[in-house]
Structure formats: C-alpha cells, structure tokens
C-alpha cells in the first residue's frame, strides 16, 4: 500500500521515439529493456501539437494545450500582428504534480523539466530546463543550491542544452551532446544520494537534439541519407550511452522506488518543408507590400493587412491565423464567414501535395475539436500537421517556392511524432505490455495513486489501470 515510503522517480527522455528504444536499438539497451520488461510499458500520445512545449506541461499538469494556453514556445501575446511571448514558467498558471505532492507533505527535486525558468518556489529543490539563458541566470530554487553545483567537478560549468545543435560541425553536436548528458546525470546522482526526496524527476534534452541533428545520418528512408556515412552510429551510440546513464542512476535509486521512464513525443524522418507564407501568398491570402529579394522572416517584412485573409507561422508544425473583422486591427474576414474561410482552407491545405502533386497526408484541425476550451490572447484559428507531420512548416518568404528541402532555422533531419513512449516499473506493477490507449495526461495521476493520493476532479487524464489497477484509477 502507498504510505509515508512511497518514492517515484521520473527519468525523462525528450523525443525519445518508441520504435528506436523498444525494437531496432532495443538489445543494446539493457537497462531499458529490463525494466521494460518487468514493468508496464507502451507508446503513449502526446498532446496536440506534439512538441516539448507545451508536453512536458501538459503532461506534468494533466491539462491540454488549449486549457494551459500556449501552443508552442512562441505565442501571439494580443490580437496585434506582431507580438509576441515566449512560454517559459511564466506561463503556467494551472497546478503541477509537485504542487499537489508538495501540499501533501512530498518533496520533489527537478531536474531539466521544460518550462520550468526561471525557477519557482517549491517543496524541494529545483533546476530549470533548456530555456535558462545560461549559468549566470537563477536557475535553482533555493537559490544557493546554484553555488553548490558550481563546486561539482563532474557537473560545473553545468549546460541546459547543446549549444548550436543546428550546426553543421556534427562532430561538435555529438561531442557536446554526450558532455552534457553526462553532466545532467552526474548532478541527478548527486542530488539523488545526498538530498531528501520523494519524488524525483530528470529530463534529458539530448535524445531530442541527437535526431534532429543526426537523422539523415541513419534513416535510409532520409533523402540524404549515405550507406557507411561517418555519423551513421551516432543516433544508436547516444541511446547507448544514455542507456548506460540510466543504469548508474537506478544503481542509487532507493530500493522500492517506482521507476518511470517516458517521452513526451516521438521523432521521424523530415521529408521536407512546406513554406506555409508562400503558398498562401500564391493562393492570395496573403498580400505582402513587396516581396523580399532575400529570404526573409514574415516578421521583417511589410504586409497589406487590409486585403490579407491569413497568415502562418513555421515551425515542426503550423499555425494558421485568420485576420478577423472586429478581432484584429485590420480584419477583413466577416464574423459570420469565418467558418467557411476555414472550412476553405483547410480543404486546399489538405489536397497540397508533393512537388509532384502526390497526396502527403496533411492535415488541419481545428483548435475547439482538440481542446475542450482554448485559453490565451489569440490562439491559432487552425492548427496545420504538414504530411502528418512528416513535413515541417517553413514561414519564410521570398523564395517564391512552396515546397522545399532546407530548413529556414539550420540543419534539422527530424521531425515530432505523436506517440513517445512510456515504462513504469515498481513494487506491485506485474509485467504487462505492451498496453494500449496510454496518454500523456494520464501520467500525472497514475503518479498521484502511486502516492496513494486523490486525482483533482480537473485533470483530464486517468490513472493508468495496468499500473494502479482499475479500482484505484477510478475517480
């Protein structure tokens, strides 16, 4: 039975993709794979959009998107054309599983949680994510716990992310991605062994980078990929190495502790890029004042707001916005054809193809069909999966092309999937899986009944039945 023992650790992989760590990588991850299976594991849905943030907040706080109200790291932050916010910890305004663990007397320790700088009072000890701007920020809560992992030799000078991992130096992406998983681990033993907790959560950002940066390198489905190529091992040596770290992490976990370890989506092959701007300009939903001779950012260019219908936004997926009488400053968009001028939109993104005019599978959704309320200043009108998310949204304009295979922010080989993955193994969890119909929301309760506490009657996902059992997931 749950009671004053209970300990849970979290060890998060970001994009860490489900079909790498339990099948093609899975015999040379032994400690993944063991506690796999001994332990409940699956694929579990992330959020829509399925990226780091808003995930990991949606996952930590069992809300969605919509009810969290930010959609990604940059948010429109008013109904102006220009505006806008990023979405650091600022941002969250709903309850977080520590919240709830620490009103019940829990202490947690965080460790590289997204969204979590700058740092906020907590019942433990906390260290931000890969939005600290750098080691000279507060990145600790309490704030001296700063100085005493500057006196870590394995640790300082600590790093939240790889530096530039759109870089074209690979050499320098895998060298630094390895440096800073190793630091991130040495810290989590540390504070792991020599501070008291409860509940303890990592988040490792380098499986993440590792596909970005490395997926041409081994996909044989990548149009740039080459047999024998000098990187073709980096993606399976990373998982390896981050296997091995987690390894020396569980051989300090307490004995008894429940041991999670999930992603908050997946990765896949980046077929291309869909200049959203541009085939809206083309289309004439978007009137610029002059076309750029440069490929230029929509920011950083004139538009004719007074005769624009839309406009979009690039990124691993799309965000469409309609310019709306009465809402934006310069609508044009009647209230009572705003249904149609989507429902118009999404039928022509949809039937948007290859360059060869081949289907690709978009699809356009709409935000009152994902959420069950849409908070923020201005939410997107429509949400654009390019190719199921196979293809990348590109905002730029000026190239006067609509399909392309560069990225307009650097060299990126991958792109999200909606499915990461999920093993929980513990005390009384008998091995069963792999198990269907998880979700990201579920997670923050399954922890709560893992404590033996009671779900909010808020959150929007259940505890997991194979975990707690039914009768305890029931609310």
Not at 8 to 31: S, Y
Not at 270 to 298: C, D, F, H
Not at 351 to 359: F, I, N, S
Request: one cysteine or more; glycine letters at 10%; proline letters at 8%.
């Amino acid at each position: 039975m749950p009671g004053d023992s209970t300990k849970v650790v979290v060890i998060g992989l970001d994009c860490a993709e489900p079909t790498l760590a339990f099948d093609r990588f899975a015999h040379r991850l032994p400690n993944i794979t063991r506690l796999r299976e001994s332990g409940v594991w699956g694929k579990l849905r992330s959020c829509d959009p399925p990226i780091t943030v808003p995930a990991w907040m949606s996952m930590m706080s069992s809300k969605d998107p919509g009810t969290l109200g930010y959609y990604g790291f940059r948010n429109r932050a008013d109904r102006s054309y220009d505006k806008m916010t990023t979405a650091t910890s600022l941002a969250v305004r709903e309850p977080l599983l520590w919240d709830y663990l620490g009103a019940a007397g829990k202490r947690s320790i965080l460790i590289g949680v997204p969204q979590t700088y700058p740092p906020r009072p907590i019942n433990g000890l906390m260290v931000t994510d890969f939005l600290t701007p750098s080691i000279q920020s507060n990145y600790t809560f309490p704030a001296e716990l700063k100085d005493e992992i500057a006196m870590l030799p394995a640790v300082h000078p600590y790093e939240f992310d790889v530096s530039d991992f759109r870089t074209p130096d690979k050499g320098k992406i895998r060298d630094g991605l390895v440096r800073m998983t190793d630091k991130r681990f040495a810290l989590a033993r540390h504070l792991m062994t020599t501070k008291p907790w409860d509940y303890f959560m990592m988040v490792e950002m380098g499986t993440d980078r590792v596909h970005h940066a490395f997926w041409q390198y081994m996909d044989p489905r990548h149009h740039r990929y080459e047999p024998g190529n000098p990187f073709e091992s980096v993606i399976e040596d990373y998982y390896v190495h981050v296997d091995r770290k987690i390894g020396e992490l569980l051989a300090v976990v307490p004995e008894g502790a429940h041991v999670i370890v999930v992603s908050d989506h997946g990765g896949q092959c980046m077929e291309g890029g869909i200049a959203i701007n541009e085939w809206l300009i083309q289309k004439g939903y978007l009137v610029l004042e002059e076309t750029p001779k440069v490929p230029s950012r929509l920011e950083g260019v004139k538009v004719n707001w007074s005769k624009t219908t839309a406009w979009g936004s690039g990124g691993y997926y799309g965000r469409l916005f309609l310019n709306v009488k009465g809402r934006e400053p310069f609508g044009v968009i009647a209230p009572a054809s705003y249904e149609a001028t989507r429902d118009k939109l999404i039928a022509e993104l949809e039937a948007l193809g290859d360059p060869d005019g081949r289907p690709i599978g978009t699809r356009v959704l709409k935000p009152e069909d994902l959420y069950r309320e849409t908070r923020g200043a201005a939410p997107p009108d429509l949400f654009v999966y390019f190719g199921d998310l196979r293809w990348r949204s590109v905002g730029t304009v000026g190239t006067g092309e609509i399909h392309t295979f560069e990225n307009d922010t650097g060299p990126d080989d991958a792109n999200h999937a909606p499915e990461g993955m999920i093993i929980v193994n513990g005390p009384g969890i008998t091995p069963n899986g792999p198990v269907a119909g998880m979700q990201l929301m579920d997670v923050t309760p399954t922890i709560l009944r893992l404590f033996g506490l009671e779900v909010p009657a808020d959150l929007q996902g259940h505890a997991i039945d194979a975990v707690v059992g039914s009768e305890a997931s029931a609310r």
